[in-house]
C-alpha cells in the first residue's frame, strides 16, 4: 500500500525547488506571494533561481534541493516551480530510504512528471499530478485550487475525480470496471523513461496520459512506442487527459487518433480528463488506488485496506 503524505494545512511551510528548467525570478517572487497570501510559509531551495541554459543548475544541484526539503523537518509540502526538461536527471541522485521515510505531499505535471511516478515505484509514496508554482496566480481557475487543496489538505484520500462544469463531463469510451493503482502523466516525459532504471511500470495500474504542443502524427508515434513497450497490455485500464494544441495532421486529429488507435485496444477507456497543461487541471494522484468505471463514466480515488 502506497503511503499517503501528512496534510498541508494553513500556517504549514511549502518548499520551492526548480528542478527542470528555470524560471524568471520575478515569476517565482510573485507566486510565492500568492502562497504566502494563502496562509503558508515559504522557503527556497538553494538552486531554485539558478539559470543555466535550458537547466535550473547541474542534475546534483537540482537533486540536492529536493533532497534537503524531504529531510527539512519544518518543510510540509515541496512544490516544483515549473517542469521544462531535464528532471530524469536528478533521479540518480535521490535517497529513495530516506524519502519513504520522510513522506511529503509533491505536486506537478509536465517533465515533473518523471519525478511523481518514480517516487511511487521507489519510495511507495503518493504524488499528485496537478499544480506547481507557476500555477499559483490570480488568472488561475478556482477549480484547479480546489482539486489541489482537497488532495494534499484532506485526510481522506477518497474522492470522485471530476471535471468543472465548464467542461465536457469524463466520456467512457470502452466499457468495464476495473481497480488499480494510477500512474503516468505526461506523454512525452513518459516515452523518455522507457529504456531507463526509472521506467515508469504499467502492470496492473491505471494509465494516465495527456500531452501539449504536440502534432498528432508526433503523438501517434508516442502511443505507439507505448503499445510497442507493452505499456498498454500491462495496465487494466486507460485515462486519456486532454491533448492541448495538437496541430492536426494528414487529415487526423486527436479525436480521430483515440477512435482507430486506442479504443480497438479494448481495454476500459475514459477520455477528455481535464488536467495537465489544460486551463483546467484535475488532481490526479500517482499512486494511489482509483476505480474506473467507464460504463458511468467515473474515476473514483479510494484508500486501501
Same mark, same amino acid.
Given at each position: ?47 531554485? *533561481? ?58 506537478? !505535471? ?9 517516487? *511511487?515505484? *521507489? ?20 477549480? %484547479? ?12 484520500? /477518497?474522492?470522485?475525480?471530476? %471535471?468543472?462544469?465548464?467542461?465536457? @463531463? ?10 488499480? @493503482?494510477?500512474?503516468?502523466?505526461? +506523454? ?31 503523438? !501517434?508515434? !508516442? ?26 495532421? *494528414?487529415?487526423? /486529429? !486527436? ?17 477528455? +480528463? ?10 490526479? @494522484? ?20
Amino acid at each position: 500500500m502506497a503511503i499517503q503524505a501528512p496534510t498541508l494545512q494553513a500556517g504549514d511551510t511549502v518548499g520551492i525547488v526548480t528542478l527542470g528548467s528555470p524560471l524568471e525570478a520575478e515569476i517565482i517572487d510573485e507566486r510565492v506571494q500568492t502562497l504566502e497570501a494563502m496562509g503558508l510559509n515559504v522557503v527556497l531551495g538553494a538552486h531554485v *533561481y539558478d539559470w543555466d541554459g535550458f537547466l535550473a543548475g547541474t542534475d546534483q544541484e537540482r537533486a540536492a534541493d529536493v533532497m534537503a526539503m524531504f529531510e527539512r523537518e519544518d518543510v510540509s509540502m515541496i512544490l516544483p516551480t515549473r517542469g521544462g526538461v531535464g528532471v530524469a536527471g536528478i533521479l540518480p541522485y535521490l535517497n529513495f530510504e530516506v524519502i519513504e521515510n520522510n513522506p511529503k505531499w509533491i505536486s506537478g !505535471y509536465s517533465d515533473i512528471t518523471v519525478l511523481l511516478n518514480t517516487l *511511487y515505484q *521507489y519510495a511507495n509514496i503518493i504524488a499528485v499530478h496537478s499544480l506547481m508554482l507557476i500555477d499559483f496566480q490570480e488568472t488561475t481557475p478556482p477549480y %484547479n485550487f480546489e482539486q489541489f487543496f482537497s488532495v494534499v489538505s484532506s485526510t481522506s484520500i /477518497d474522492h470522485a475525480i471530476v %471535471n468543472p462544469p465548464e467542461v465536457a @463531463p469524463l466520456t467512457g469510451r470502452v466499457p468495464g470496471n476495473v481497480t488499480g @493503482p494510477i500512474v503516468g502523466g505526461n +506523454l512525452t516525459s513518459f516515452i523518455g523513461t522507457l529504456g531507463t532504471p526509472f521506467e515508469i511500470d504499467t502492470t496492473g495500474c491505471i494509465l494516465f496520459l495527456e500531452e501539449v504542443n504536440a502534432p498528432i502524427n508526433t503523438v !501517434y508515434r !508516442y502511443m505507439k512506442h507505448l503499445e510497442q513497450a507493452g505499456k498498454f497490455d500491462d495496465c487494466v485500464g486507460i485515462i486519456l487527459g486532454e491533448c492541448n494544441n495538437c496541430q492536426v495532421a *494528414y487529415g487526423e /486529429d !486527436y479525436e480521430d487518433l483515440i477512435e482507430n488507435f486506442i479504443v480497438p485496444m479494448g481495454k476500459p477507456l475514459i477520455t477528455g +480528463l481535464a488536467s495537465g497543461h489544460g486551463t483546467y487541471k484535475a488532481a490526479v @494522484p500517482i499512486g494511489a488506488s482509483a476505480n474506473l468505471n467507464s460504463d458511468d463514466g467515473t474515476i473514483t480515488v479510494i484508500s486501501e485496506g
